[in-house]
């Protein structure tokens, strides 16, 4: 079985909490069908991502970034660039955004979203409005971990209360995601 096979399976097996990841799931397939480039950027339209909500052991806290492109507070991850093991990337991406080495919770999906990128500079260079085909995965890390910012693309990294995350985030298009994983990590305790 490729690694892209894999990601199928895993998608296809995901059991979604709402009606957004209900949607997002037979789009994410939709587009598994009609793609074969959505491992990375090259296909301008949509392509793969990781991301990871790292909470603490009690779950009254989550890691957060704050993201310099979207000047937000921010979960962390990143693009699959022809990786398709998306768990792998959501690992390396919270140890090198946040200096974190966090666990996985599970190694399956924890959710699904497509999100949508408007237009923006990148490195100097011009990016056109697409999607990310989104999985999060939900990762584990004690709230007394060594962290550190990786300043090309974030300026702080902090544990937030779970209180204060939809307070301290400042893209409207994100609150909803952020508290339907707020929601789904309280009940894995």
């Not at 200096?99 to 237009?119: C, Q, R």
């Not at 060594?146 to 609150?175: F, G, H, T, Y």
Request: aromatic share 8%; with cysteine; glycine share 4%.
């Amino acid at each position: 079985m490729t690694e892209l096979t894999r990601l199928r399976a895993q998608i296809e097996a995901f059991a979604p909490y709402n009606e957004q990841e209900e949607a997002d799931r037979r789009q994410m397939l939709a587009d598994m069908d009609c793609f074969s480039d959505l491992l990375t950027r090259e296909n301008a339209t949509a392509h793969f991502t990781a991301s990871c909500w790292i909470v603490n052991p009690d779950r009254t806290k989550v890691l957060m970034a704050y993201h310099n492109l979207y000047q937000s507070w921010a979960w962390l991850g990143g693009h699959a660039d022809g990786e398709a093991d998306l768990l792998s990337v959501a690992l390396r991406e919270a140890n090198e955004e946040s200096g974190v080495l966090a666990a996985p919770v599970s190694p399956d999906i924890f959710s699904l979203e497509i999100l949508h990128v408007a237009p923006h500079v990148k490195r100097g260079k011009f990016v056109c409005a697409h999607l990310h085909l989104n999985a999060t995965y939900l990762l584990e890390a004690g709230d007394k971990s060594p962290i550190r910012c990786k300043p090309d693309e974030n300026s702080a990294v902090r544990w937030l209360s779970v209180q204060d995350v939809l307070s301290s985030v400042s893209e409207p298009a994100m609150r909803p995601v952020y508290q339907k994983l707020m929601e789904k990590a309280a009940r894995q305790t």
